[in-house]
């Protein structure tokens, strides 16, 4: 991750607005699918409504209960709460035994098996003292039973951690990591660094893989940080670029991603470029969710909440510096949005009550 600038005051008031601005390589968020934007039969917005729970710290996975009531993890305590679906004060329901705070690294995301409560499985993506590893619990809703390891072994650092798991429409759990500061790893096969992989809710291969006894998915990620599918089931990636673009992708199956050989759009044989890119200064894509038609991107050091249309369009921005940076997004009951900031996780000066589920209406 980067330490955040200033974001200068014209773009800034212009994205706080709703603006949507023309995103090419000569502004400072040069971004947007190469097919040319189609104007929208209702006008894309998106407003928060409320707050669900203030005092979360270091919040960093958010996972939503059938019921409505969400849970999120705490990165540094490596500890596991419950926010009601009315909002109210969060309650702890455990911790990940195991789980260690390092740099970037901690307790991160979490995901519900998909036929919970029937299956109760709640599963962490944690950093311990030896790697990264996806682990699961039994959660009855208010406490959380012994873990079991689903995957051990992906490399660790203080950054590039990856961290992010969401199970797909095919009933598989898919994983985000990243290249753990050795970028190498990334073109590697046999590294699960640098990769989207896909295993069963257990941790075995799956058939349907497109390397023979391998959990990668997908490879040439640089440090993966939000997955999601839309409506047509085709899968979505947010990943933190080094210098130059930050990206959306759109992930296919055995495709090569380009770290460390490319960033951003490059048009090389071989690499698939990204939907959408940014510079740092506007993004440091985190969490991702698709609804409304678009897929939105909670952008940390960019402190806003980006909208990528998912059939081509002009990226838009909401909320540029009013909450902080944003860590997640995830659909809510009746088509609203969770919106979670990450502002006591030591980059910025935390504000009073932070940080905060916010509830966000989008059209």
């Given at each position: 991750m980067?330490?955040?600038?200033?974001v200068r005051?014209?773009?800034a008031?212009?994205?706080?607005?709703?603006?949507a601005?023309?995103?090419t390589?000569?502004?400072?968020?040069?971004a947007?699918p190469?097919?040319?934007?189609?104007?929208?039969a209702v006008?894309?917005s998106?407003?928060?409504?409320g707050?669900?729970?203030?005092?979360l710290a270091s919040?960093?996975g958010?996972?939503i209960?059938?019921?409505?009531?969400?849970?999120v993890?705490s990165?540094?305590?490596g500890t596991?709460?419950?926010?009601?679906?009315?909002?109210?004060e969060?309650?702890?329901?455990g911790s990940?035994?195991?789980?260690?705070h390092s740099?970037e690294?901690g307790l991160?995301?979490?995901?519900l098996?998909?036929?919970?409560?029937r299956?109760?499985w709640?599963y962490?993506y944690?950093?311990?003292?030896?790697d990264?590893?996806?682990?699961?619990?039994r959660?009855d809703?208010?406490?959380?039973g012994?873990?079991?390891?689903v995957l051990r072994?992906?490399g660790?650092?203080?950054?590039?951690n990856?961290?992010?798991?969401a199970?797909?429409p095919?009933g598989?759990?898919?994983?985000?990591t990243?290249?753990a500061g050795?970028p190498?790893r990334?073109?590697?096969?046999?590294?699960l660094?640098?990769?989207?992989?896909?295993?069963?809710?257990t941790g075995?291969?799956?058939?349907?893989?497109?390397?023979?006894?391998?959990l990668?998915w997908?490879?040439g990620?640089?440090?993966v940080?939000?997955?999601?599918?839309?409506?047509?089931g085709?899968m979505?990636?947010?990943e933190?670029g080094q210098?130059?673009?930050?990206e959306?992708?759109?992930?296919v199956k055995?495709?090569?991603?380009?770290w460390?050989?490319?960033e951003?759009r490059?048009?090389r044989r071989g690499?698939?470029?990204p939907?959408?890119?940014?510079?740092?200064?506007?993004?440091?894509?985190?969490g991702i969710?698709?609804?409304?038609?678009?897929?939105?991107?909670a952008?940390?050091?960019g402190q806003r909440?980006?909208?990528?249309?998912?059939g081509?369009g002009?990226?838009?921005?909401?909320f540029?510096?009013?909450?902080?940076?944003?860590?997640?997004v995830?659909?809510?009951?009746g088509?609203?949005?969770?919106?979670?900031?990450n502002?006591t996780d030591g980059?910025?000066?935390?504000?009073?009550?932070?940080?905060?589920?916010l509830?966000?209406k989008?059209t």
């Open positions: 980067r330490l955040p600038p200033p005051a014209p773009l008031g212009a994205l706080a607005a709703g603006l601005l023309p995103l390589a000569a502004t400072p968020a040069a947007g190469a097919a040319p934007a189609r104007p929208a006008a894309a998106a407003t928060v409504t707050t669900v729970a203030t005092g919040p960093w958010l996972a209960l059938p019921d409505g009531s969400a849970v993890s990165r540094d305590e596991v709460w419950r926010v009601p679906r009315g909002g109210g969060p309650r702890r329901v990940v035994p195991g789980s260690v740099g690294g991160l995301g979490l995901a098996h998909p036929g919970y409560p299956q109760p709640l962490a944690t950093t311990t003292a030896s990264n590893r996806i682990v699961r619990m959660f809703g208010s406490s959380l012994a873990t079991q390891v072994g992906i660790k650092a203080g950054n590039h990856g961290g992010r798991i199970f797909g095919d598989m759990l898919y994983a985000g990243g290249d050795a190498s990334s073109q590697n096969r046999s590294s660094n640098g990769k989207i992989l896909r295993m069963t809710p075995g291969v799956p058939a349907g893989n497109p390397f023979r006894g391998s990668v997908s490879l990620h640089r440090n940080q939000g997955l999601a599918w839309d409506s047509r085709r979505w990636a947010s933190f210098n130059t673009w930050d959306l992708n759109r992930i055995g495709k090569n991603y380009g460390p050989r490319v951003g490059a048009g690499f698939v470029d939907v959408a890119q940014w510079s740092p200064a506007v993004a440091s894509p985190s969710t698709v609804a409304a038609g678009a897929v939105w991107v952008s940390l050091r909440l980006w909208r990528v249309p998912v081509g002009t990226p838009r921005a909401y540029a510096g009013t909450y902080g940076r944003l860590r997640a995830a659909v809510a009951p088509g609203r949005l969770f919106l979670m900031t502002n980059r910025i000066a935390p504000r009073s009550g932070d940080d905060r589920l509830r966000v989008v």
